[in-house]
């Protein structure tokens, strides 16, 4: 069998900012009762496909920690925090109202990928460039079976530089729909350079 690395990425379950109406980024809330259990049902899952895991990297924000613990303590596998599996930083937005947001940063008609997001945020561009950097990271640790629990933007965007396509811009483009603890599992394989989409699941 050809060296191959299994990955499966996973949106962490619902967390507090749903329940606000507040935008998330990089607001650092932590899991509801209900996206625990929503994790809780996830790893339970896993455990009867019989998934099995040699790390699980973890974006350093609570909500996304909180989900990887908790399957990490089903699943019996160490976690491994990495700052570039945040969400997007959405500056001024983080923790703002949506209600507020519209009023105090409109959205503009257009927005080129090199914009900062609401002029201190990141751009379209440094998303995707930290999105690379994270799936490279992981392939340099060669074969095995890894589990990344992170966040919906940045997700988005490392699928996007896997599959070749350019960072999303003025939110126009590929997305991939991850709904809570919704999942993709991708294989690959570094001697051919080739990647295989074995499903998705829009949780």
């Known amino acids: 069998m050809k060296e191959e690395i299994h990955i ?3 949106r962490h379950g619902r967390s507090r900012a749903d329940d606000e109406e507040v935008h998330e980024g990089r ?3 932590p899991l509801t009762d209900a996206g625990r259990s929503q994790v809780q049902a996830r790893a339970q899952e896993f455990l009867a496909r019989g998934f099995q895991f040699d790390k699980i990297f973890s974006s350093t924000l609570q909500r996304a920690q909180e989900t990887a613990t908790i399957i990490g303590q089903m699943l019996n596998v160490s976690v491994e925090k990495d700052s570039d599996w945040m969400e997007m930083d959405n500056g001024p937005l983080a923790g703002m109202s949506r209600e507020v947001a519209e009023k105090e940063y409109p959205k ?3 927005r080129n990928p090199y914009e900062p997001f609401c002029g201190s945020g990141e751009s379209d561009w440094e998303i995707y460039c930290r999105a690379a950097k994270a ?9 095995g079976n890894y589990l990344v ?6 997700l988005n965007s490392a699928l996007r530089t896997i599959v070749g396509a350019q960072p999303f811009v003025n939110q126009q483009g ?3 729909g991850f709904g809570d ?3 993709a599992r991708l294989t690959y394989r570094p001697s051919e350079h080739l990647w295989y989409l074995r499903e998705f699941n829009a949780g």
């Open 149 to 154: 629990v992170a966040h919906g933007g940045i």
């Open 135 to 143: 799936v490279e990271n992981i392939i340099r640790h060669g074969a």
């Open 8 to 10: 499966t990425f996973l």
């Open 108 to 110: 503009p008609i257009f």
């Open 27 to 29: 607001y650092d809330s």
């Open 174 to 176: 590929i997305v991939f």
């Open 181 to 183: 603890t919704g999942y």
